[in-house]
């Protein structure tokens, strides 16, 4: 049974950070390419950042890029984002995506308010 569950998202207030997580499983993580999506409230689904099996190589979206850092462990199956300089307009529901597995998480939401 693929699965993949977001965890770490929360409520902060502008300037500070999380980091989330991504534990994947019924599929093999370490040979797969991984991404991260977010969704704002009333908005369409958006790419934040992709990563390679090895972590090697990452691609991070314009509108994160200097704050946002995607990374992963294979030794615990899991990925990770790092989010700093959080800002109100990063307010939505994190998921992430496994092209290989044809996967989403149910997503984990961050909340970012003053």
């Known amino acids: 049974q693929v699965q993949l569950v977001e965890s770490g998202g929360g409520v902060v207030q502008p300037g500070e950070s999380l980091r989330l997580s991504c534990a994947a499983s019924g599929f093999t993580f370490s040979t797969s390419a991984m991404n991260w999506y977010r969704q704002p409230p009333g908005k369409e689904r958006e790419f934040l950042a992709a990563?390679?099996?090895?972590?090697?190589?990452?691609v991070v979206a314009d509108s994160v890029k200097g704050r946002f850092t995607v990374s992963r462990d294979n030794a615990k199956n899991t990925l990770y984002l790092e989010m700093s300089d959080l800002k109100p307009e990063d307010t939505a529901v994190y998921f992430c995506n496994s092209p290989k597995a044809r996967a989403w998480g149910q997503g984990t939401q961050v909340t970012v308010s003053s």
């Open positions: 990563i390679t099996s090895t972590g090697g190589d990452t």
